[in-house]
């Protein structure tokens, strides 16, 4: 898997962070360097750590289905494209009555934003790709797009934060699209 290849998708599960992030920052709850850091790392964080565990349980199933993972690469990634899609379609904005930088709430939401990456870990392993280099720059890139959006969110509202998760969306089915045929028109 080539660097733009890895670089691409973590930019498309980084959207829901991202997403997420800008609607955090139009709350005002995260107005100080503690509460941008918070959310910004522990998205990040989670967002590393969520494709390793999708892939250790890949890898215990790979052997099984070498024949047709490339059809369950397809779908994990064009069902996750298609439900960030949907979600960034869906009219209704989600609001904080609580701080969503600190505690349980903190905690929910960097484990809701990272659970594609749990099935990209599965795809990574189905299609033997080692898992390090990828879930790092995935963790990098959605922690920055975290930080990014949190600083933003005054500024952008949330109309351009579901937008994002769409293109986010659009994005891993694509890469879906590109396993695919690359293991058809071989």
């Known amino acids: 898997m080539s660097i733009t290849e890895i670089l691409v998708m973590a930019v498309g599960l980084a959207m829901d962070c991202f997403a997420v992030s800008l609607g955090i920052g139009t709350t005002g709850y995260a ?14 964080l989670f967002q590393a750590l969520m494709p390793v565990l999708g892939w250790l349980v890949g890898t215990q199933i790979s052997g099984l289905v070498s024949s047709f993972d490339h059809w369950i690469a397809f779908g994990l990634l064009a069902f996750v494209g298609v439900r ?19 505690g349980g709430t903190m905690v929910m939401l960097s484990v809701a934003t ?3 990456a749990f099935a990209i870990g599965l795809t990574l392993a189905m299609l033997q790709v080692d898992i390090l280099y990828p879930s790092v720059v995935i963790g990098v890139v959605t922690g920055i797009l975290s930080l990014i959006g949190l600083l933003l969110g005054g500024r952008l509202g949330a109309t351009f ?6 293109i986010g969306g659009a994005l891993l089915i694509l890469i879906g699209l590109r396993v695919l045929l690359s293991h058809l028109l071989v």
């Open 114 to 116: 990272s659970i594609d």
């Open 161 to 166: 934060g579901k937008r994002m998760e769409v």
């Open 31 to 44: 107005n100080n360097p503690r509460a941008l850091f918070r959310l910004s790392y522990h998205f990040g």
């Open 84 to 102: 960030m899609i949907r979600s960034g379609l869906d009219a209704e904005g989600e609001s904080h009555t609580k701080d969503p930088s600190r």
